[in-house]
C-alpha cells in the first residue's frame, strides 16, 4: 500500500491508527466512516457503494500478532514469521466496513443461538493484556442480543459471526467486527451492566449495515434510530421509567439548529452530522411516532423495516420510504408529521388562553396535522386529539399539556 493516511480523530476523522497496548505490542485500527472505502483502495466515493456478493481480504503481518477481520476467516499462513490472514464476508457490506485490526489478541470464543434458532459464533478479539474482562462483554452482548432480535428481528450475519475487536479508539459499526473501547465501564441499571458504547455499535448491524441509506441525507435512519434502540434497550432492563428517563435526555438534547434531512440534492456527512441532531432528536422522533400512532402498529412496523427485503442488505432507504411505510401501517398521513420533525427545525408552538370562568382554549398555532396530547385538567388525564381550531378544557387551574414530554413544544398561557 502505497499511502496509509493517519486517523486524525477517530474514529470521526478516520485514516489509519497506530498505537502500542500497554505491553509496548503494535496496536492498529482503521476508521474511514466519514471518509469511505477510497481511504485505502479503490471504489466508488459514495455510501451506496456496497460489494453485494462480499470481499476478500488477505493481510499479512508479523506472527506475534492477528488480525480483526469481516466475515470468515479462512485461513492464517504463515512463513518465515509473516501470517497472512484470509476474512472473508459473503454478505453485502458499506465499503467503510472493509478493513481490519491488527493487535496482540487472544480470542475468546462462545456461541449465541439467534431468536431463529441460528447458532452464530461469538468471536472476541480482546488484547491479552485485557482477557480478564472478556467474559462481561461477551454477557452482555448476548443479553443485548435477545433485546436487540426481539425488536428488529433475527442477528443480520447468522451465517458469519458476531465479532467484537478491541481498538485503541471510541467504537464504530464494522461489520461482523464491531469496534469498541468503553474502558470496561459499565452502567448498573436494574442490577444489570449496560454499557451505551457496547450497545450503540451494536444496534448498528441492523441500522446501518442491514438497514442502509441511501446516501447521507438520510443519515438519521441508521443513528437515529440506533440511538432509539438505547431507549428500547433501557425499556427491557430498566423498564418504562428508565426508557422515560434516557428519551427526556433525547428530547432535552435536541438543538433544532439545523433540519434533520437537510434540503440540498447532495448532502455531505460533514452536514449531516453538524447539526447534532440524527442522534437524539432522531431517537425523540420515533419516541413521538411511537406516541402518535400506538405501539400496537409502531412495533411490528419497526420491525418490518428491519427485516423487509424491501429496505435491507442490497436496498437502500431514504427518509420517504420510511414515512410510507409508516404511514401505510398506519393508515395515516404522517407525511406532515415526519416533515416537521426531519425537515424544519421548528417545535409545536401551543397556546393556553382562559377564556372565560375556569374554561381554557388550547390551541396548536402552527397547526398540520391532528395529533393526540395527554391534556391533565382538574387531576384528571385523558388524551384528546387537538384540530386545526383548538379545543375548549373545564379546568380550575390552566391544564397541563403533553404534560409527560412526548413532543418537542413550546407552550404560552
Ligand atoms: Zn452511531
Not at 469481516?70 to 484470509?86: A, E, I, M, Q, W
Not at 382562559?354 to 390551541?363: A, L, M, S, T
Amino acid at each position: 500500500m502505497a499511502f496509509l493516511p493517519v486517523a486524525i480523530k477517530p474514529p470521526w476523522d478516520g485514516g489509519f491508527t497506530w498505537a502500542k497496548d500497554t505491553n509496548g505490542n503494535d496496536w492498529m485500527s482503521i476508521n474511514i466512516q466519514g471518509e469511505g472505502g477510497k481511504m485505502y483502495f479503490p471504489c466508488k466515493d459514495h455510501p451506496s457503494d456496497e460489494p453485494n456478493e462480499g470481499a476478500d481480504l488477505k493481510i499479512t503481518i508479523p506472527s506475534n500478532l492477528m488480525v480483526a477481520g469481516p466475515g470468515l476467516l479462512l485461513g492464517v499462513t504463515t512463513k518465515k514469521n509473516k501470517s497472512t490472514y484470509h476474512w472473508k464476508t459473503n454478505y453485502t457490506i458499506s465499503n467503510y466496513c472493509i478493513l481490519f485490526n491488527i493487535g496482540k489478541y487472544k480470542v475468546i470464543k462462545d456461541e449465541y443461538t439467534t431468536v431463529l434458532g441460528t447458532k452464530v459464533p461469538i468471536e472476541y478479539y480482546v488484547l491479552e493484556v485485557d482477557t480478564m474482562h472478556a467474559k462481561k462483554v461477551i454477557e452482555t452482548r448476548k443479553r443485548d442480543s435477545k433485546i436487540l432480535e426481539k425488536y428488529f428481528g433475527e442477528y443480520p450475519w447468522a451465517k458469519e459471526k458476531i465479532g467484537i475487536a478491541e481498538v485503541p479508539n471510541s467504537g464504530m459499526e464494522h461489520q461482523t467486527m464491531i469496534t469498541f473501547d468503553n474502558k470496561f465501564s459499565y452502567k448498573t441499571i436494574n442490577g444489570q451492566e449496560y454499557s451505551a458504547n457496547l450497545l450503540h455499535e451494536y444496534a448498528h448491524e441492523w441500522w446501518a449495515n442491514k438497514v442502509t441509506n441511501k446516501d447521507w441525507g438520510h443519515m438519521w435512519i441508521q443513528e437515529g434510530i440506533g440511538t432509539y434502540a438505547e431507549a428500547l434497550t433501557m425499556l427491557e432492563i430498566g423498564g418504562e421509567a428508565a426508557y422515560d428517563e434516557i428519551i427526556a435526555g433525547h428530547r432535552k438534547n435536541s438543538r433544532n439548529r439545523m433540519p434533520i434531512v437537510p434540503d440540498v440534492d447532495e448532502a455531505t456527512e460533514e452536514l449531516v452530522y453538524s447539526g447534532g441532531d440524527i442522534y437524539g432528536k432522531g431517537s425523540f422522533f420515533m419516541h413521538s411516532l411511537r406516541y402518535v400512532i400506538g405501539d400496537e402498529v409502531f412495533f411490528p412496523t419497526l420491525k418490518k423495516l428491519a427485516t423487509d427485503t424491501k429496505y435491507t442488505y442490497d436496498n437502500f432507504v431514504t427518509t420517504t420510504d420510511v414515512e410510507q411505510l409508516f404511514s401505510n401501517a398506519s393508515s395515516k398521513n404522517l407525511k406532515p408529521f415526519f416533515d416537521f420533525y426531519l425537515r424544519t427545525t421548528k417545535v409545536l408552538d401551543i397556546t393556553i388562553k382562559e377564556i372565560g370562568f375556569q374554561k381554557f382554549q388550547i390551541k396548536v398555532n402552527n397547526y398540520f396535522m391532528d395529533l393526540p396530547y395527554d391534556i391533565i385538567a382538574n387531576g384528571k388525564m385523558t388524551r384528546t386529539i387537538i384540530p386545526k381550531e383548538g379545543i375548549i378544557v373545564n379546568s380550575a387551574t390552566p391544564p397541563q399539556v403533553d404534560a409527560k414530554g412526548n413532543y418537542l413544544k413550546k407552550i404560552t398561557l
